[in-house]
């Protein structure tokens, strides 16, 4: 019988010898492989913390003792150890997430999946613990890409401070977050990785001690389980003692034997710990360690044996963006990008091969990376910063005071706006368009598809007083939306067909397809509809008024929040010019969703065509009978512009 199907609960693995935890570890290895080969998840980073996982359940008590994960995307042993071994649906509506979850699990304290929070959340619980007289633990397991975080550094300076406080720190080093760690720090962990002083002295002490007789065996063995300790003494941790922080290490992240040494160590110490594990992602799957650019950090769903794609992905709106980059470096010198830890996903990679002196990888540092992008365009540059928009949400000070207040000419990309799905909560991409609204100067576009993500780019790089967005969402971008003509700066892209329409349908961004679908079931209800895409959102163009006073409803559709998005930011603008035209705003409700795929939250949240119609032809309904025509037709449409 598999020794993981008899683990339902970590207490279970107290039981077990070391030879039977080796034998574990393959089998859960096995396991993830298998599982997420069918689903898609977060495969690398799990196949490299396995016997680190199994090490944390043995020496510390989950739930009672805190044990937290940043990010939580290398929490499926966790998951696993734990007593969550239907990996079925994982990430999927009614399956696992694919994070930490406290609806799942006692053993999931925090839902974290954007990096370098968890060791504040250790802070506060280990404070907690001390007011409150507990003696439990507090553990936290952070990656060494998340440690390029400043927020991580601003926990430490106040973990250090309490030299009697007990709260332990995994740094889970595997040299990498996506891709290979970048910076200072992980120079810094290099040094530690590679110091060979220690393993001099230890093969030159293992030979003398062998020859010894009686004592020679026994005491060698003892240094070894004690092995990692003596790096206090040999490698330079200087970084860390200056904080006033214990440092074990570097323990080989793959030897429960050690791990489980340095472990309880530090659990008796009394202090902050910090424990430092080396580890390799994706360990156990060759496909996976071949993988150089991520080692299959999240994958879709693959042939287990090869690794290879189920399926081929089509053209996405992420490789869109970073072909059109990659010509725009060719075309301007002054062109340059940045990101936050996040080349490839982001679509960077090909502009980063082209041009290697003009890409600036700042770790997971999206509040530098927008400062610094001040910095670029003061200097003469045009900086591009592409990130998930859920990312750009932190850098929300930076943008405001120091691009925006400074008039610097920064393009922000956001990639994966609006639902993004099976990530969950964390990972919807639903509040930029609200927050971004209050900056003065600021100006936001919404592409509809692949052209106008080309051309929408060229437009924001033009702009050198003022920092501009550029927004997408995740997966698949569809066939180009033509435009049939054009009113102001907005695209028309369904014509009434009449003198006096009903509804002034206005499109955000890759709604497009959805809205043109609800304006033919609206027609074959004998509503009359214009559909236009303002394709920027704001400042809202001016052609907006004069053209919503000319129909009887005015709906607006974006895949962002409804709270302070672009139909509220429309109905304030009818307002100020004084147009008295009802207005139905359709958007994402404010509230945190759970996982599902795209579609599925679409669907739960009432964001589909066959909804929208319904409710619109409601809304209709009701003005029959008590509505004046403007004596005004609509204003002639100006033919589309290439």
Known sequence: MPLLTRIRGPRDLDRLSLEQLDQLAGEIRTFLVDAVSKTGGHLGPNLGVVELTIALHRVFESPKDRVLWDTGHQSYVHKLLTGRQDFSKLKMKGGLSGYPAQAESEHDVIENSHASTVLGWADGLAKANEVLGRNDHVVAVIGDGALTGGMAWEALNNIADAKDRPLVIVVNDNERSYAPTIGGLANHLATLRTTDGYERFLARGKDLLERTPVVGKPLYETLHGAKKGLKDFIAPQGMFEDLGLKYVGPIDGHDIEALESALARAKRF????????????????????????????????????????IKASGADWTSVFGDEMVELG????????????????????????????????????????????????????????????????????QVLMDVALHKCGVTFVLDRAGVTGTDGASHNGMWDMSILQVVPGLRLAAPRDADQVRAQLREAVEVTDAPTVVRFSKGAVGPAVPAVGRIGGMDVLRAPGTDAPDVLLVSIGALAPMCLQIADLLDKQGITTTVVDPRWVKPVDEAMAPLAEQHRVVVTVEDNSRVGGVGSTIAQ????AGVDVPLRDFGIPPRFLDHASRAEVMTEIGLTAPDIARQVTGLVSKLDGRFTAPAQAVDSVEPARD
Not at 573 to 576: G, I, P, Q, V, Y
């Open 270 to 309: 009394g202090g902050p710990v910090i424990v430092h594990c080396l580890t390799e992602k994706g360990r156990g799957y060759q496909p996976a360690l071949q993988d150089e650019a991520d080692r299959f950090h999240g994958i879709g769903p693959i042939h287990p044996d090869t690794g290879l794609p």
């Open 330 to 397: 060719k075309e301007r010198k002054d062109i340059v990008a940045i990101t936050a830890a996040m080349l490839q996903p982001v679509g960077l990679k090909k502009f980063a091969d082209a041009f290697p002196n003009r890409i600036y990888d700042v770790g997971i540092a999206e509040q530098h990376a927008a400062v610094s992008a001040a910095g670029l365009a003061t200097g003469g540059l045009h900086p591009v910063f592409a990130v998930y928009a859920t990312f750009l949400n932190r850098a929300f000070d």
């Open 573 to 576: 603008a009818l307002r100020d």
